[in-house]
């Protein structure tokens, strides 16, 4: 296939640490060598630290899923996201870790997510509505997927539909913090204590206390909720209300804000991402989106089981996630000494698992970097998805709204592909500072579906 999706290019092999540096703030993904689509493993070197690129799924599936409590999460590149993230379950490691996820994972499964269906459903409804009223334009369609996101995260969180004003300041809180670089504060490369302050910039600070200010206002308007009995059965609520079955403690009100700006990040940021890239490859690839279109075309009541005949859009997903994971790289710590691919790993080593190149792999897959959503049929395909495929991280600790971002994903694409086309005005840059997105936007035109 000579008609491939755009994918970043690759720095030269050998670059200074100073220039590496300079690389990693203007995108992580261009930062990074060619030859990590073909190495099952790689060693970089610093004057501070040694850090390991896995691509080799045993040993992937090692620091994720065997051994998960040997290689924690590396404080370097959580660094970064700590004025907006805080001490969320996305950063914290060991009891505290578990702690948090005991308390939130109720909230997330299987029958709370059917339960969290119908405001999805009218967040999709919503959507279509605003993109229908710009039939014939020009439109940044990461926007209107962030605008779309971040609805369906307020709805789902806390029974309360975005406005349209509220959801453009999220949104564009989010764009200046991911502008700010903040996955590169001076700790991801040189070793500080933890009593020594981090030197986040002004723009950093002031994006993140905007946001978490948003986010503490409607904790705890809920919290009072909650006391005076009058709360919605919403993830908000579940989670506020689930005590730890060993301790009996609840969140306090700091800690839920920590884990709402999670939430907002996983549910809003990774989502729109996802999003904005799946409507792109559609319109690049027209056959694919009358597909989905065509079998979208019962969707009418909002009833969950709607979403189970939806297997092109569903593929289409999930190869969307494949070529343009929204957390394209996660950095994990060994905890002890140990040896991959007869390489000594001392203490303290980073060891990196990029979905990104794993996704991308020229010798697990099949036309790595082709966007074909049938090679999920395929056996090639099908033993990718359990050995190379994880755009939700695995193991331990796979991402606790996964299945919620499938379902959210697969239903607003289908949702506005059965009465609206979307055609390609120019070639996104693939660029990654939170999450993957396009360097200028993605700009796609509107038209109504005959």
């Not at 709370?112 to 119908?118: A, C, E, F, I, Q």
């Not at 789902?156 to 700010?180: C, G, K, W």
């Not at 794993?358 to 074909?372: K, Q, V």
Request: aromatic residues 10%.
């Amino acid at each position: 296939m000579t008609d491939l999706p755009p994918k970043p290019k690759s720095r030269p092999e050998k670059v200074s640490l100073l220039r590496y540096a300079r690389l990693f703030r203007q995108d992580i993904l261009s930062a990074q060598p060619a030859r990590l689509y073909r190495a099952w493993m790689a060693e970089f070197r610093t004057p501070f630290f040694r850090s390991y690129l896995l691509n080799q799924p045993d040993l992937v599936s090692t620091v994720l899923k065997a051994r998960p409590d040997d290689f924690p999460k590396s404080d370097r590149i959580s660094e970064g996201l700590r004025p907006l993230l805080g001490e969320s379950v996305f950063l914290t490691n060991g009891e505290t870790w578990k702690r948090q996820r005991r308390i939130i994972d109720p909230a997330f499964e299987g029958g709370r997510l059917r339960g969290t269906y119908p405001a999805m459903w009218a967040a999709g409804q919503q959507a279509l509505t605003r993109l229908r009223a710009r039939a014939g334009e020009v439109v940044e369609i990461e926007e209107v997927a962030s605008h779309a996101a971040a609805d369906v995260i307020f709805r789902t969180l806390f029974s309360v539909p975005i406005e349209d004003e509220m959801a453009q300041a999220v949104f564009h809180e989010f764009r200046n913090y991911q502008r700010s670089q903040p996955l590169l504060n001076i700790a991801a490369f040189v070793p500080l204590p933890r009593w020594m302050p981090r030197f986040f910039s002004r723009r950093t600070k002031k994006a993140a206390g905007r946001i978490r200010t948003l986010i503490t206002r409607m904790t705890e308007a809920r919290r009072q909720e909650i006391a005076a009995g009058t709360a919605p059965d919403d993830l908000a609520t579940k989670i506020m209300t689930t005590r730890d079955p060993e301790t009996g403690e609840l969140f306090s009100v700091e800690e839920m804000v920590d884990q709402v700006a999670i939430f907002f990040l996983a549910g809003h940021e990774t989502s729109a991402s996802a999003l904005g890239w799946a409507l792109y490859l559609m319109a690049r690839y027209p056959d694919w989106q009358d597909r989905v279109a065509a079998e979208a075309q019962h969707l009418s009541t909002g009833e969950f089981s709607e979403l189970s005949s939806l297997r092109i859009s569903r593929d289409v997903f999930r190869e969307t996630l494949r070529l343009y994971p929204p957390v394209p790289m996660m950095v994990r710590e060994a905890s002890c000494r140990e040896r991959f691919r007869d390489r000594d790993i001392a203490k303290g080593a980073q060891m990196v698992i990029s979905p990104w190149h794993l996704h991308r792999h020229e010798r697990l897959w099949d036309t790595p970097d082709a966007f074909d959503p049938a090679r999920w049929q395929t056996e090639n395909g099908k033993a990718c998805a359990r050995e190379a495929y994880i755009p939700f991280s695995a193991g331990a600790r796979v991402c606790p709204g996964a299945g919620f971002a499938m379902i959210e994903g697969v239903m607003l694409l289908s949702l506005l592909l059965r009465d609206l086309r979307v055609d390609p005005v120019d070639t996104p840059e693939p660029v990654a500072h939170l999450t993957v997105r396009s360097r200028d936007g993605i700009r796609l035109r509107i038209a109504k579906r005959d």
